[in-house]
Nanobody
Framework: QVQLVESGGGLVQPGGSLRLSCVASGASFSLSLNAMSWYRQAPGKQRELVAQITSTGSRNYVDSVKGRFTISRDTSKNTVYLQMDNLKPEDTALYYC???????????WGQGTLVTVSS
């Protein structure tokens, strides 16, 4: 079973930056074999995919964060990061980490970390 623990959320002013971290653990879990993603859910809205890094290292972003957010991973630490720059009030949401691997039917979620962008 995979456990994901997010951290790094907080209150930041518009234009500011935050870096979210997601530490993965579990028997036989390998970060490089899973697609790792960051989702977010704002109040009253559906959860949306923000950024993903595939097992091969390809990166994908939702249009609204392109050029501002960067997803990366450190396989030695089993950790995925989301660097968020030039934050906007509309980025305010609960951010979740997800690990997915079809071959092992892995679809794990963290508990979320809250990001609030406000002056």
């Amino acid at each position: 079973q995979v456990q994901l623990v997010e951290s790094g959320g907080g209150l930041v002013q518009p234009g500011g930056s935050l870096r979210l971290s997601c530490v993965a653990s579990g028997a036989s879990f390998s970060l490089s074999l899973n697609a790792m993603s960051w989702y977010r859910q704002a109040p009253g809205k559906q959860r949306e995919l923000v950024a993903q890094i595939t097992s091969t290292g390809s990166r994908n972003y939702v249009d609204s964060v392109k050029g501002r957010f960067t997803i990366s991973r450190d396989t030695s630490k089993n950790t995925v990061y989301l660097q968020m720059d030039n934050l906007k009030p509309e980025d305010t949401a609960l951010y979740y980490c997800n690990a997915y691997r079809r071959a092992t039917m892995t679809n794990a979620w963290g508990q979320g970390t809250l990001v609030t962008v406000s002056s």
